[in-house]
């Protein structure tokens, strides 16, 4: 009996390191990226990223990214189908390629992440990053989808950091 609760007290220990570790990660992760405190703020709206092994974490804030890309675009096309003034339109519909791109490269991260090929996995979130990039930049001042824009950029960013990580 004293041998089992042993075991338990040493299970209970070493399952509490195990989550201080990878919060830790998350935390060092997210302090590579241009902005920390978002980064961090983006991966916590899933509650597993805070307990998840860095191929599961990277796994997590792609589908947080993809998912937050999709409904995106779907706003922005939105925007597309309501705009009268046709400059606003075409920076719209540019914005809304942007994002096809961007989504493009979001849906084939996963094969990468599985398969291992991180320097692709890298590749990947440097394209949706550009894409999120390029429709912030094509409006003069902020666009209506900045807040989306780096959301998804920030995953990205800290995905591409995950992958430079688990390369090594």
Do not use: W
């Not at 998912?67 to 003034?85: C, D, L, R, W």
């Not at 540019?94 to 791109?101: A, G, I, R």
């Not at 490269?105 to 440097?126: H, N």
């Not at 900045?146 to 959301?151: G, L, S, V, Y």
């Amino acid at each position: 009996m004293a041998t089992f609760f042993s075991l338990c007290i040493v299970f209970l220990i070493s399952g509490n390191l195990f989550l201080q570790t990878n919060a830790a990660a998350m935390d060092d992760i997210c302090r590579q990226t241009k902005n920390p405190s978002l980064c961090v703020a983006a991966m916590n709206t899933d509650p597993r990223s805070r307990t998840a092994a860095l191929p599961q974490l990277a796994q997590i804030t792609i589908d947080a990214a993809e998912y937050t890309a999709g409904q995106t675009k779907i706003k922005i096309h939105g925007f597309v189908m309501s705009e009268k003034n046709p400059g606003n339109r075409n920076l719209y519909i540019q914005c809304e390629d942007f994002y096809v791109d961007a989504l493009a490269a979001l849906d084939i991260a996963p094969e990468d992440l599985q398969q291992r090929r991180y320097v692709d996995l890298k590749m990947k979130m440097g394209l949706a990053r550009r894409g999120v990039d390029r429709c912030e930049a094509a409006f003069m001042q902020a666009s209506p989808f900045r807040k989306e824009n780096d959301f998804v950029g920030i995953l990205a960013d800290a995905v591409a950091i995950m992958a430079t990580t688990l390369s090594h």
